[in-house]
């Protein structure tokens, strides 16, 4: 069986740390747009440099652009028996661009935003590394990350900032969810309880 899985669920609903749960579990490769977009620029491919004229120009990369990455990442040999796509396509537009590869599974973490907030409220976010903390496990400003990095309050983890990513969620992700219900690859997952909680659910429903 191969598991080409795409994770989509509002921010503060785990997401991110399902995926890598999930990437060891299968043996596949976790893969986010932000990053892979770095990863091309990085290795100074020649759609990395492109990425990299449209981002020193100050301007978005377009979902053309961003479908091109993927596609190329996709096609690596570590790939090839699958990957736990983390949080893309997540609009009709880029659902529209997404046209090289078929996902087996779409896993929706459901949380309501009441939650999403409570769990954002309290986010602390590695400044060198990118992992969370939160103040409700009894993490600090400034505590020190395993990496060497310090935790900080991110300035878009303010309530409002958090209301409006949450609102993006609502008008352009979900939708799109649609689409892939009519394929049959829809998952829908319980967010709320323990990450624990949550993976046996997804484990559950994959089947593994
Ligand atoms: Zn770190």
Redesign the pocket.
Known sequence: MTYKIILLGPQGSGKGTQAQILSKKLNVPALAMGQLLRDEVAAGSDVGLKVDGILKSGNLVSDEVAAEVLQARLSRPDAVNGYVLDGYPRNLKQYAAFTFDAPTHVIVIEVPREESLRRLGGRLT?S????VASTKDGAKEGDA?????KFVRRDDDTEAAINRRLDIYDNDTTPMLGKFEEKGVLVRVDGVGSVEEVRERIMEKLAI
């Open positions: 590695c060198s590394c990118g992992a990350c395993a990496c060497g990095g």
